[in-house]
């Protein structure tokens, strides 16, 4: 079992004085932050489906939607069928955000070309014919895109790559009285559903979801209790890397004399369980995912398993206020998540971190991040992507274990 312990590799930079006079430029490893097209990143969660927007939400209004800087609209046509099309349209580029949604897809408001879910042309009413002769030389941009779980989730990478969409054990198995509840884009814990764009990279997002010690710091001593009384105890923690992901089992020796075990998963390259934060026991019961926006902002979508009857309705921070009733001066006294994160900046600056041996999930997670790096530079497929329905399906282990 490890326990948090000085990095001497980390922290014993010699600095002569220690004053900020004469540092170095600072900078982030573009490699594990950039998701652009063309981007090392990019071409690894381009070998993954992302979820784009709840089911729920795609009507007849095309949305816009910001994917790994890629700007997009996604939209319903009125046979029902999802579609997500580049918003630039390809005839002289205004948006489609604009558009019209009609029964066979989005016509642009511009000059009436009209667009199906894959991105053919069937109608260009300004041209002889209607463009009959001509409309088989444009494709607006398009990827695919399948419904599961209340999200529509997209894949934008090469399409002779395209794996299985995975379905995940914990979400499969739905009981009487239960049901899934999806949600997004929102921030994870602390902001209530006011928050729908997270004013930082996905990656130092992502990265806090195994970061077992700012539980006990940022969460239960530094101002207030803001889920449970006993996460102010100091865990010790393994961490550990499996083939698809990394995860932490979290040790704590509670004063009523059981022990629980708090097992929190992530998997390759934006996805988690979390398990309960009201330390309820049993399995986690919910996956999410965070989708980058761009370099500098994120979204994150998630399903839930819950009660036929659970509404909803945003935990309260502090007593008596939800994150988006607190005052600026609340929100500097009693920091959460959101704080925290959105403080290390829009890019946190990885030249000037020290580790520490409490940090040891977050190398393993940068470490894996780095190996489906070389692994699809190196034309294999990253870490957890099948080709076979029958293997499509990810184990989801998270939860808070009590034992005597
Ligand atoms: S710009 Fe879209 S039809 Fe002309
Ligand atoms: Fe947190």
């Known amino acids: 079992m490890d326990t948090p312990q000085v990095d001497n590799r980390t922290l014993s930079k010699p600095f002569a004085t220690g004053t900020g006079y004469g540092r170095k430029p600072s900078s982030y490893d573009t490699d594990l932050i ?3 097209p063309g981007t090392p990143m990019g071409e690894v ?10 089911s729920r939400e795609v009507r007849e209004n095309p949305i816009p939607v910001n994917v790994m800087g890629e700007d997009l609209v996604v939209f319903r046509d009125k046979q029902g069928r999802p579609g997500l099309l580049h918003s630039r ?9 604009y558009g019209r949604v009609e029964d066979q897809g989005i016509r642009c408001c511009y000059h009436g070309w009209l667009f199906d879910v894959e991105g053919r042309c069937l109608d260009m009413p300004c041209e002889k014919d209607n463009g009959a002769s ?7 941009p398009w990827y695919e895109v399948r419904e599961l779980y209340g999200l529509i989730f997209a894949y934008m990478g090469p399409p002779e790559k395209r794996p299985e969409l995975p379905r995940w054990s914990n979400l499969e198995d739905i009981k009487e009285g239960e049901r899934l509840l999806t949600v997004g884009p929102v921030f994870a814990s602390g902001a209530d559903q006011t928050v ?9 997002h992502w990265e806090n979801t195994l970061d077992p010690f700012h539980v006990q710091v940022l969460h239960a001593t530094f101002s207030s209790v803001q889920f449970v009384e006993e996460f102010g105890i100091m865990p010790t923690v393994e961490w550990k890397s499996d083939n698809l992901g990394v995860h932490y089992i979290a040790h704590r020796d509670l004063d009523d004399g059981r022990h629980v075990e708090r097992v929190c998963c992530v998997w390759f390259p934006n ?9 309820k026991p049993g399995p986690g019961h919910n996956v999410s995912w965070v989708v980058p926006q761009d370099d500098q ?6 399903v839930f398993k819950v009660p036929e009857e659970f509404k909803m309705e945003g935990s309260e921070l502090i007593p008596g206020k939800k994150w988006s009733e607190m005052t600026e001066e609340e929100h500097r006294r009693y920091p959460g998540d959101y704080e925290a994160q959105s403080g290390q900046g829009k890019i946190t600056l990885h030249s000037e971190e020290h580790l520490a041996g409490s940090d040891g999930a977050i190398r393993l997670i940068r470490r894996g991040l780095r190996d489906q790096i070389k692994r699809v530079k190196n034309s294999y497929d990253p870490a957890g992507v099948s080709f076979n329905s029958d293997d499509a399906l990810i184990k989801v282990f998270s939860g808070n274990y009590f034992s005597d």
């Open 45 to 54: 969660f381009r070998r993954y489906w992302q979820p784009v927007a709840l």
């Open 196 to 204: 729908s764009c997270i004013d930082c990279n996905w990656l130092q």
């Open 34 to 36: 950039e998701t652009g």
């Open 134 to 140: 001509i409309r088989k030389n444009v494709r607006q």
């Open 89 to 97: 349209c390809c005839h002289r580029g205004t948006t489609l955000y």
């Open 297 to 302: 902002t994120c979204r994150s979508f998630g």
């Open 271 to 279: 996805t988690r369980s979390i398990p309960s934060v009201e330390l």
